[in-house]
């Protein structure tokens, strides 16, 4: 491999890592990632869209922060020293990786300081969880960068090591390499590759463009509108209950009251019952399979967001990062990246 003079996490490194395919970068090619798809990479290499801000993720900043201590751990547990450092392979600079450490063999060592639940995972399923899945193919592109036989995946939580060795597959990496250069052509050429309906943002195209400009801008004038007049209740309402209270204090002991066009009456009413608590007390914790028994057909939802008032919404020629994320197809959990 052909070691590149980069400090991790530079300008001058994203610049690096967007001219080729990274190791972080392979289980998204390969369809393998839940968090990004191959259009979504394509459109972050080609600059149709903005790459995702990670700086302040908390997955991100706590992998920053434990990266040395899981080195030194691991360096610890097998006599062994790790070179940080970026790479381009032999055989094709397209293909590279940026190492969190190479032992004194010259195989590539992928640390991961996952959240606790994660960690549990890996520690339950061991080679089934799905963040081994994942991060198997990223140890597989470094392995194909370092040209080793051999590399390392390991999971840091709270002076914990979890280890996987992790062989180099020969008929993966052809698989690999076949699809990468082909995504990489795609980039070269901007051709667009095929999109998630589930996962991808949708950008209308031609007369679309402006057909959903006119509705968008439709949309955003009446959502201002309820804005204002919500605001305007919310106004409404707080009058309405300080006048409330003071009535309710002339009327001392009585518990009716008719005049000048209010009636007010006070009364008792059953508090409710907390259903979720009885069925703990009563039942004990129940299981998402017994409960899969009993739950309803699921319903789709839509979850709509809008630019702020002052700022227009323009033709959508280019999708920002919150644009793309206008409809989802539902709540799913943050990514566990790092």
Known sequence: MKVIDLSQRTPAWHQWRIAGVTASEAPIIMGRSPYKTPWRLWAEKTGFVLPEDLSNNPNVLRGIRLEPQARRAF????????????????????????????????????????????????????????????YWVQVQHQILVANSTRGWLVFYFEDQLIEF????????????????????????????????????????????QYRWTSLSRQYCSAHSEVVRLENHIKSLKEEMREAQSKLVAMMGNYAHADYAGVKLSRYMMAGTVDYKQLATDKLGELDEQVLAAYRKAPQERLRISTNKPEQPVETPIKI???????????????SFYF
């Open 75 to 134: 360096e610890n547990a097998h006599n062994d020293f790790l070179l940080p450092l970026c790479a381009e392979a032999d055989h094709n600079a397209i293909f590279r990786a940026s190492f969190d450490g190479i032992n004194d063999a010259g195989e590539p060592v992928e640390l991961k300081c996952p959240c606790q639940s994660v960690f549990e995972d890996v520690q339950a399923h061991r080679e089934q969880s799905e963040a081994y899945q994942l």
């Open 320 to 334: 920002s990062l919150e644009q793309e994320n206008l409809v989802l197809p539902g709540d799913s959990p943050s």
């Open 165 to 208: 060795e992790i062989q180099r597959d020969a008929a993966f990496l052809t698989e690999l390499q076949e699809t990468a250069l082909q995504f990489w052509e795609l980039v070269q050429t901007k051709k667009e590759p095929s999109k998630c309906p589930e996962q991808d943002c949708f950008v209308p195209k031609g007369e679309a």
